[in-house]
């Protein structure tokens, strides 16, 4: 009898339930979903290739614009140290990796309010767009990756301003701990615009905020010793110095700080994927 | 035996009406307050079914579907009908797992397509081939599948043409018939289809329905259906269910539950009136009352063979506007049988107004109808009021010869009964002296 039951009950494809289980995480459907994944990363690509006349110029121009900003007013005007590394360097290499965070966090954590219309028309595992986003920013990051490398070597071989290492090798982490920080930061972020709204605005200023607490335009050993911890604190504060360690040589890099990063990282993800899923099944009620 | 294809099993969904949204932060520390302390939700007031004529309450819940219980077997057409808001919608919602049930369960074998809107997921800047496998992905086909389909639907849409123009320069009927292709030919075991036919011309309509028939029939496919053209769902359906105030009123055959359905509906109003404070509108209009009247006095039935007046008696709180009434009636297939406005209310003053519209004699067949109302102000456009279904009533034939009919008692056909004149044409050669 009770085989019956076991086969009576394997026959459906799909059964639809209350949801109760928080942690019922779709992850068979995000696999068979996958070139959905795919085709909203490349609508990420092709709009902004087509809506923009520079297209793809805009994500060189913008790291390097910014890096002449950030050593006109922190290198010249405030005179911020930066190691003793070229300043072209230390920013640019900064304001790569930081960007990469910053994009998946706020591409992210829009999730919801810019999809609300096709969410409620069909059915698909929600965590594909921001994984799409993050995907699509990864192509974005190597893009001025390799604007920074090309830098990098002109300084490595006609300058012996920066010793990198082997640490170097490090960099692939480096990249998926800001991908799982920006995803997990993003993902609770539009989970809780859906109920709150005002923490749209909270997440604009925030992230500009949050930079200044990054040792992005400054090194971690210029930061005075009773504010260490609170910069320490920050997750992605391992990262960019770890980053910068690699190819500049310069900053520290202890793995304390690194196995920090990794385990916020993970338990920040891990939150953010329960927290969406539980809002992806009540939000077309809500909005 | 036929395979069951979907089981729905006690399925019921819950909302909260009302003002949402507004004092959550507060409210859902109350809420948490309470859930510590195993107390019940204390905005929650449940129990009360879905009946869309009453007023909701602030923060009230409402059983939107409860109790559902049916199975779909492999191959059928299932056409789900019923009065705008009894929850049709919410049910096809629960199905393609857009949102998900409060309570029961749904048992589904094979995949399932929801064409809910057409063009949902279209992106104007990609090309039509890239919307088909934008689209065809967001249903949950893999890409090699929609490729091997790709001819097949841009035939079936007719933009050979355009496949590689951005969706943005599509005429609104290619994206219709794109959209529509797309859902149809990738042969999902289950496809859901609300009211899309409503937009595309006759001819495609036609070829719709017809392609609907052919995956259901020779595909073996599963097709449920919402519609509010009666007329579509007998053509198309094997079976029907009737959804009532969120219950599942009537499951079988198509046409006793469309007659079940067309009862319901025309449960007839004549009239109606608010108070200025209920009333329907916006800040600049208010509607106080609209009734039927005939021989000048309010009612649910009227004689088709006498003039039929619509009266109307609104409030205006701004001056200096041009205000536009319209009436569109419908028949109880759901088609419009006219649509007529009042051009003539320029620049009003404030104040309290009463217009009529009469309907001649001779005009409509018999029949139960339905009244949309609306109402725009002009300069700058604004549409105070737009309500389905605001008037009901039946139109029957009373006694007299001068009818169109005449003395003939049988069925008579046509979507109006317009007097026409008959006039004798004289032929030359057979003048007769009188």
Known sequence: ?287 | MPDTIIQVENLGKLYRVGEIGTGTLSHDINRFWARLRGREDPFSKVGTINDRTKRAEKGEHVWALNDINFEVQQGEVLGIIGKNGAGKSTLLKLLSRVTSPTRGEVRIKGRVASLLEVGTGFHPEMTGRENIYMNGTIMGMRRREVRAKLDDIVDFAGVAKYLDTPAKRYSSGMTVRLGFAIAAFLEPEILIVDEVLAVGDAAFQKKAIGKMQEVSSEGGRTVLFVSHNMSAVQQLCTRALCIENGTLAQIGNVRPTIEYYLKGVNRNIGSREWNFESAPGNDKFKLLKIQVAQDGRSTNTVDINKNIQIKIEYDLSVSGKTVVNGINLYSSQGYCVFANCDWNQRHLNKGTYVRKVEIPAYTLAEGSYSVLFQTIILDPWDVAIHQKEILAFDAIEGQDTNSVRGLYKGPWPGVVRIKLNWSKEVLLSHVQED
């Open chain 1, 1 to 287: 009898m009770a085989s019956d039951k076991f086969l009576e009950e394997d026959r459906w494809d799909l059964v639809i339930q209350p949801n109760k289980s928080l942690l019922n995480i779709p992850w068979a459907d995000i696999w068979r979903y996958r070139d959905l994944w795919r085709m909203f990363v490349k609508r990420d690509v092709i709009t902004v290739y087509k809506q923009t006349i520079l297209g793809p110029i805009w994500y060189v121009l913008q790291p390097v614009l910014t890096t002449l900003v950030f050593m006109l007013v922190f290198g010249r005007i405030a005179g911020l140290s930066t190691d003793g590394v070229p300043q072209v360097l230390f920013y640019l290499s900064g304001i790569t990796i930081w960007n990469y965070f910053s994009e998946s966090f706020t591409n992210t954590s829009k999730t919801f309010i810019e999809n609300a219309q096709i969410f409620g028309k069909v059915y698909f595992p929600r965590l594909i767009l921001p994984l799409a986003k993050v995907s699509s920013g990864l192509i974005k990051f190597l893009i001025q990756l390799i604007l920074f490398l090309g830098f990098w070597s002109y300084f490595l071989i006609a300058t012996e301003t920066i010793q990198p290492n082997a640490y170097v090798l490090l960099t692939p982490v480096y990249v998926v701990l800001m991908a799982g920080l920006g995803l997990g930061f993003g993902i609770i972020f539009t989970s809780l615009t859906t109920k709150y709204k005002d923490l749209i605005f909270l997440l604009q200023f925030g992230v500009q905020l949050l930079m200044y607490a990054t040792p992005v335009i400054y090194p971690l050993s210029s930061v005075p010793e009773k504010y260490r911890p609170f910069i320490l604190a920050n997750p992605i504060t391992s990262i960019i110095e770890g980053f910068k360690y690699g190819f500049l040589g310069v900053g520290e890099f202890p793995w304390e700080h690194l196995m920090y990063s990794v385990c916020f990282t993970a338990i920040i993800l891990w939150l953010g994927v329960v927290i969406f899923n539980r809002t992806e099944r009540s939000f077309i009620d809500t909005v």
